[in-house]
């Protein structure tokens, strides 16, 4: 065994309300005969296949294409491909929209409230989202603002709306899961370790579609209320 220790990278303190949200959610999930978790240790990752009815997988479609615009980065990149998607924030009080949106939560067992709102995204061919955690680096300047919004992302749930011809995958290099698009798939990870620091093995990646067009919506959940 070596004598050196490597200097852990700083990306967030522990937090017994994340630890808590982390218990409350996976014991439900886990409770849940229709979800499957994932055979790792690093992060808790789960899966519910045809999860989203085909109709409502079509209607969000439609809603993303009607809607889409470039996607946005909270921190800068300085690679310009980093996420090259379309982005279409979905509203949370359409009639359509609302109880697919609060499905989500309860199906977590989170106030909707802590919810972000839905976001769709479409990738045409050659487009991606590079490696990216979705928690928020506490050291970067726009944590000031996002902890008071709300605070630290906690659980991200994800749905594919479509199968996607080829390439399009979710790929988690640390943690060695690797996620082909499924229509009405949803995946479902926590962005934090058991004791409610940032969980460095959640680090994933949209995969660039190499044909055909990939549609996905994504909730971030955070560990306090968003909404207000
Ligand atoms: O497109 C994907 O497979 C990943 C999307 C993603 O990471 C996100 O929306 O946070
Ligand atoms: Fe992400």
């Not at 009815?53 to 809603?63: E, G, I, N, W, Y």
């Not at 004791?195 to 067009?213: I, R």
Request: aromatic residues 10%; charged residues 25%.
């Amino acid at each position: 065994m070596s004598i050196f220790t490597r200097p852990a990278r700083r990306t967030g303190s522990a937090s017994a309300v994340r630890k808590r949200i982390g218990e409350s959610v996976a014991q439900r999930l886990e409770s849940n005969p229709a979800i499957k978790k994932a055979q790792i240790t690093s992060a808790q990752v789960y899966y519910y296949k045809d999860y989203l009815s085909a109709r409502d997988c079509d209607l969000l479609v439609r809603t993303i294409d009607a809607g889409r615009r470039r996607s946005t980065l909270l921190s800068d990149s300085s690679d310009p491909n980093f996420r090259t998607s379309d982005s279409c924030d979905l509203d949370r009080w359409s009639p359509e929209i609302r109880p697919i949106d609060e499905r989500i939560s309860s199906l977590l067992g989170i106030p909707p409230e802590n919810g972000e709102t839905l976001q769709g995204q479409r990738y045409a061919p050659g487009q991606q989202f590079r490696a990216h955690h979705d928690w928020f680096s506490e050291d970067q300047p726009y944590w000031k603002d996002m902890k008071e919004q709300g605070g630290q992302r906690t659980w991200t749930a994800m749905i594919y709306l479509n199968d996607v011809e080829e390439g399009g995958s979710t790929w988690f290099p640390e943690a060695g899961i690797r996620v082909k698009p499924k229509k009405g798939l949803l995946l479902i990870w926590n962005n934090m370790k058991p004791d409610g620091s940032p969980n460095l093995s959640t680090l994933h990646e949209g995969v660039a579609v190499a044909k055909g067009t990939k549609y996905i919506v994504t909730k971030w959940f955070r560990e306090g209320a968003w909404l207000r």
